[in-house]
């Protein structure tokens, strides 16, 4: 009997008995992706914990040490270790995430025997590593995900054990403090980013041309000359646009520019961390999307845009897809091929201001 079965036996013996608390038991997970990597874990810890017998304590090692300290779900918030063993003897369970979180330590015993469901979680890794190319290649997970009906920040458990806290919000500051800093108290303003992990460089084939960026603020200047265009991000490294009222670019930190973009009344942005802060806040992005597919990485109520110039999409069909476009071209051609004509077109057509900034204006702010 493998140990997935015998997980979900015990999982149900449990349910029967309802055990009492024993034991408070400690998890880490270990993330070296990106902003959004990062954000797209907490409400799958979150209904994790919601489901637990007992109160978890979950930290989070990651390359943005602690920036994810007020984050409510996690005890702590660090920078990753040199070596991940040094982990090993302070947790229950050491989690390293890649989309769905491997198992590197694990106290079985006493997991299967006061917590039988995420002993059941933790057993579906057992099954994925049966078939070693799915297991070992992102390209293929988001695909077999995508066939299972998941998008990206449900692919965390794509057997749906614990499932997706869909309702979770990045807690935010006070809107006024914030807004009043930035001066865009009692404006009406559209948030622009062009940025990627900050490991890349300018030829990263998500990134939309700055050129395209330029143009696109003269046409939403021409649509809707009330709104201010606020461009955000953390870094001037991938360029500064032309046109825009105001340049927060490595001004805010994250709380901040959660904020701003929380009271946005539209984002537009490529793929990436910002896109999925914005979804974490309640807020409406246009997203520009290239490499990766609309039907993984999107999410429902965003305007999601691209264009089908290639085959299939490229993320992780090889490890260096990041470094450059695969067909040798910069910028990407499924990048080029959203033009600043056809984005705004789009936005014409899903994006209302009014109706937008009222629902922004719902939105409770933590």
């Not at 302070?90 to 989690?95: A, R, S």
């Not at 200047?221 to 955000?232: A, N, T, W």
């Not at 691209?306 to 990041?322: E, L, Y």
Request: proline content about 6%; charged content about 20%.
């Amino acid at each position: 009997m493998n140990r997935f079965v015998k997980a979900h036996i015990k999982y149900k013996h449990f349910q029967r008995l309802h055990s009492k608390r024993i034991k408070n038991l400690r998890l880490c997970f270990i993330e070296r992706g990106g902003l959004g990597d990062c954000l797209l874990l907490f409400p799958f810890i979150v209904k994790m914990q919601q489901q637990a017998p007992y109160p978890l304590s979950v930290d989070l090692y990651s390359k943005f040490g602690s920036l994810f300290s007020k984050v409510s779900c996690l005890n702590r918030s660090e920078l990753i270790p040199n070596r991940f063993s040094d982990l090993f003897a302070h947790y229950d369970v050491v989690f390293f995430q890649q989309r769905f979180p491997k198992v590197l330590s694990a106290n079985w015993p006493l997991i299967e025997k006061h917590f039988p469901k995420l002993a059941l979680f933790m057993a579906t890794e057992r099954k994925l590593q049966e078939d070693s190319l799915l297991y070992d290649n992102l390209h293929i997970y988001n695909e077999w995900t995508a066939l299972r009906g998941c998008r990206r920040f449900e692919q965390m458990d794509p057997y749906h054990v614990f499932g997706i806290d869909s309702q979770w919000k990045y807690p935010t500051p006070n809107a006024d403090t914030v807004l009043n800093k930035f001066n865009l108290k009692a404006k009406h303003y559209i948030t622009l980013s062009r940025a990627t992990d900050s490991a890349y460089n300018d030829q990263h084939p998500k990134l939309w041309p700055l050129t395209y960026y330029n143009e696109l603020i003269k046409l939403l200047k021409q649509e809707f000359p009330s709104l201010q265009l606020v461009q955000v991000g953390a870094s001037a490294k991938y360029g500064v646009m032309t046109g825009i009222h105001q340049n927060l670019v490595g001004k805010t930190n994250l709380e901040e520019i959660a904020t701003i973009l929380q009271q946005a009344v539209l984002h537009i942005d490529g793929e990436g961390g910002l896109v999925h802060l914005n979804h974490v806040v309640g807020g409406k992005s246009c997203v520009l999307f290239g490499p990766t597919s609309p039907s993984v990485f999107g999410y429902p109520g965003n305007i999601n845009l691209c264009n089908a110039v290639c085959p299939s999409t490229c993320d992780w069909v090889t490890n260096r897809w990041i470094e450059q476009c695969m067909k040798g071209k910069t910028p990407a051609p499924c990048m080029l091929s959203l033009t600043p004509d056809f984005v705004m077109q789009k936005i014409k057509e899903e994006f209302n201001p009014s109706e937008q900034r009222a629902a922004t204006l719902s939105l409770q702010t933590y």
